[in-house]
């Protein structure tokens, strides 16, 4: 049974570029959530999602963040116009109830 | 006052030692407690999961809740090498369901 998968594990843009994290949850999992792991900090909620609806998007910067899950495919977040702080690393989790299981993340760099 | 307190660490013990973990949370209305492993570059693990008051064991593993204080711990007996990693406290519940509130982590050095 795979568990959650997140693509790329690595992500390199410039200053202004998109960038597109995707994520698939484990087999059977509808709830998907994304949290945001900057350098020397904890981890931050930034959105929890079911299929096409957005429950709690209270973590997410207000501009250029957005996410989704479409009812089929991945989840992705995605973020236009980065900027240098948005380099940190992107955990994508899943589950069906209460406890969560993690990818092993997208790591954003921006240059 | 953050919602979520962790001892920082880091904590570096011998092997076989017994490791304490704690946090302390805020809010009352908190209903689930995890605990994470995360070793480095890679996702948290889950390792232990509660919802009720008391002491939960699994294998080497004991997780102890006191809501009444408010105070979660994770204890580590016989400790291994392989344990080194970063210890992360997580509270679900609340007004927001679903969201994970993460303590800031603590760094645990097990050495031979």
């Known amino acids: 049974n795979a568990g959650v998968m997140q693509n790329p594990r690595h992500l390199v843009r410039r200053r202004g570029q998109e960038a597109r994290l995707r994520c698939s949850p484990m087999?059977?999992?509808?709830?998907v959530y994304w949290y945001r792991q900057l350098p020397e900090e904890g981890l931050k909620f930034m959105v929890y999602?079911?299929?096409?609806?957005?429950?709690?998007e209270s973590g997410m910067p207000k501009e250029r963040f957005s996410a989704e899950f479409p009812k089929e495919g991945p989840s992705i977040l995605r973020i236009q116009q980065v900027v240098r702080g948005d380099s940190a690393a992107y955990f994508c989790?899943?589950?069906?109830?209460?406890?969560?299981?993690f990818g092993p993340g997208t790591r954003l760099l921006v240059l | 006052q953050k919602e979520v307190e962790q001892d920082p660490g880091p904590l570096s013990v011998p092997e076989g030692a017994i490791v304490s973990l704690n946090c302390t949370y805020s809010?009352?209305?908190?209903?689930?407690f995890m605990w994470y492993r995360q070793y480095s570059r890679k996702g948290p693990e889950l390792l232990m999961y509660?919802?009720?008051?008391g002491n939960k064991e699994d294998g080497r593993f004991t997780a102890q809740v006191d809501k009444s204080s408010k105070y979660i711990s994770l204890f580590i007996r016989d400790s291994q090498p392989s344990d080194s990693a970063t210890y992360l406290c997580?509270?679900?519940?609340?007004?927001?369901?679903?969201?994970?509130?993460f303590g800031q982590g603590t760094i645990l050095t097990v050495h031979p």
């Open positions: 989790a899943s589950s069906s109830g209460e406890t969560q299981y």
């Open positions: 087999k059977g999992h509808s709830h």
């Open positions: 999602l079911q299929k096409e609806n957005i429950i709690d």
């Open positions: 809010n009352s209305a908190f209903q689930y």
């Open positions: 509660t919802y009720s008051s």
């Open positions: 997580a509270i679900n519940g609340g007004t927001s369901y679903g969201k994970l509130t």
